[in-house]
């Protein structure tokens, strides 16, 4: 199954990449573009964002690459 690795902004402020797809629902509260789920970098649950292809800058493709989420719950 192929995934789809998704840049999302934490309520921490930092970046990070995770599954954006149906079948993750069940360990993620969808709410449109947010969510409720796990934050890898600070280690508890936060608020995400998907961040739009638009205001992806290379800073932040880095940043986030360097702290992919598992993808699994
Ligand atoms: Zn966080």
């Given at each position: 199954m192929a995934r789809d690795w998704?840049?999302?902004?934490?309520?921490?402020?930092d970046y990070y990449e995770t599954v954006?797809?149906?079948?993750v629902?069940?360990?993620a509260v969808?709410?449109?573009?947010?969510?409720?789920?796990r934050c890898p970098?600070?280690?508890r649950w936060e608020m995400v964002q998907r961040v739009p292809e638009v205001?992806?800058?290379p800073q932040i493709r880095?940043?986030?690459a360097g702290h992919r989420d598992?993808?699994?719950p």
């Open positions: 998704t840049v999302v902004r934490c309520s921490g402020g954006w797809e149906r079948w629902s069940f360990k969808r709410l449109g573009r947010r969510r409720f789920q970098i600070h280690g205001d992806l800058t880095q940043s986030a598992s993808g699994r």
